[in-house]
């Protein structure tokens, strides 16, 4: 399997922006999928968002026009704007596709405080 890097995370105050960044080698040649998901204290994973390898990008309601999901290489982001606290939660990457098989991703922890 491949390793997946991940990068970012942090603590923000309410209203405040972070960028969440995955790479996955052999990404946007294997044809992937990445999905990103984020998951409650005591809770289990939600998804958020999603782009397909042809750049079609999926978000869950809750965090349409504030979350942007993109992709550059083999590197994909999620740029949170308008940060809320129930935004908290510790947020994950996972590639999808046949040739897309990559380490488990540990999560990055997401903290919005009001």
């Known amino acids: 399997q491949e390793q997946l890097t991940e990068s970012g995370g942090g603590s923000v105050q309410s209203g405040g922006s972070l960028t969440l960044s995955c790479t996955a080698p052999g990404f946007a040649s ?11 204290r005591g ?8 782009i397909d390898n042809d750049g079609t990008t999926r978000y869950e309601d809750s965090v349409k026009g504030r979350f942007t999901v993109s992709k550059e290489k083999d590197t994909v982001f999620l740029r949170m704007n ?4 129930e935004d908290t939660a510790r947020y ?5 596709g ?9 999560g990055m922890q997401v903290t919005v405080s009001s």
């Open 43 to 50: 809770s289990h994973r939600l998804w958020v968002s999603t």
């Open 98 to 106: 046949l040739d897309c098989a990559y380490t488990s991703a540990r």
């Open 30 to 40: 294997n044809g992937c999928t990445m999905s990103w998901a984020r998951q409650f």
């Open 92 to 96: 994950f990457c996972n590639p999808i």
């Open 82 to 85: 308008s940060l809320k606290p």
